[in-house]
């Protein structure tokens, strides 16, 4: 018992499959989501500071690092069923914190769980580095359907995922890192080698579109 059930259940994120129940070429843990996002994470706050941003650094980390870890408990529920509606969403909101707590209150030192409460709650607000989270959770999320399309995997869902990832990264466009990922990195993911190439410019190009337009108005 003890802080030993927290260590060892970060093992248990290496067997925690995102988007499960579907057909994919390369599997990804939540584990490796977690670093690959806090990796985005860091480059995206040293375009924020690079731009003036005051970043808090140490919260960057604290944020991207644990974003993912109550999925321990519930698995990593898929986004159109864990979106379907606000009740829906606000339940398993309601169900993570409540394990959450549950576990820090019996395995953390008192003395530490306030400070773990406060890492361990949901990540995503309105400060820059929440706003970074929400971005580069999304930007791997990205990545991981880019990297379906390439492989040729027929399941429509993964364009689905691409789609709904970069509408949601363009919510951010106000930020000088997703300026940056829209001018610079984007461009790139589009020249790489592969066989739907027109389909996903065409939905990427239409997402822009309409981030034009929004400008504009």
């Known amino acids: 018992m003890g802080v030993h059930q927290y260590f060892k259940s970060l093992s248990d994120l290496e067997k925690l499959i995102r988007c499960p129940g579907k057909?994919?070429?390369q599997d990804h843990n939540v584990a490796a989501h977690s670093f690959k996002v806090t990796?985005?994470?860091q480059y995206l706050a040293t375009v924020e500071e690079q731009n003036g941003q005051e970043i808090d650094w140490k919260l960057v980390y604290e944020k991207a690092l644990n974003h993912d870890y109550p999925e321990i408990f519930t698995g990593d529920i898929k986004t159109p069923v864990k979106y379907?509606?606000?009740?829906?969403?606000k339940l398993f909101a309601q169900v993570e914190e409540e394990m959450i707590?549950?576990?820090?209150?019996?395995?953390f030192p008192e003395q530490y769980q306030e400070?773990?409460?406060h890492r361990l709650q949901e990540g995503k607000d309105d400060?820059?580095?929440?706003?970074i989270l929400s971005v580069a959770d999304k930007i791997d999320l990205l990545y991981e359907s880019f990297g379906e399309i390439q492989k040729r995997n027929p399941e429509p869902l993964f364009f689905e995922i691409y789609e709904s990832s970069l509408e949601t990264i363009m919510q951010f466009d106000h930020l000088s890192s997703v300026q940056d990922f829209i001018e610079h990195i984007l461009p790139d993911m589009l020249q790489e080698k592969f066989i739907p190439r027109s389909e996903l410019r065409e939905i990427?190009?239409?997402i822009l579109e309409k981030r034009e337009i929004k400008r504009r108005l």
Not at 84 to 89: G, L, Q, R, V
Not at 127 to 131: A, L, P, R
């Open 101 to 107: 707590e549950k576990f820090i209150t019996e395995e």
């Open 39 to 41: 990796k985005i994470a």
């Open 127 to 131: 400060s820059i580095e929440g706003q």
């Open 204 to 206: 990427t190009m239409s």
């Open 23 to 25: 057909f994919k070429y």
């Open 84 to 89: 379907a509606s606000y009740e829906i969403k």
């Open 115 to 117: 400070i773990y409460r």
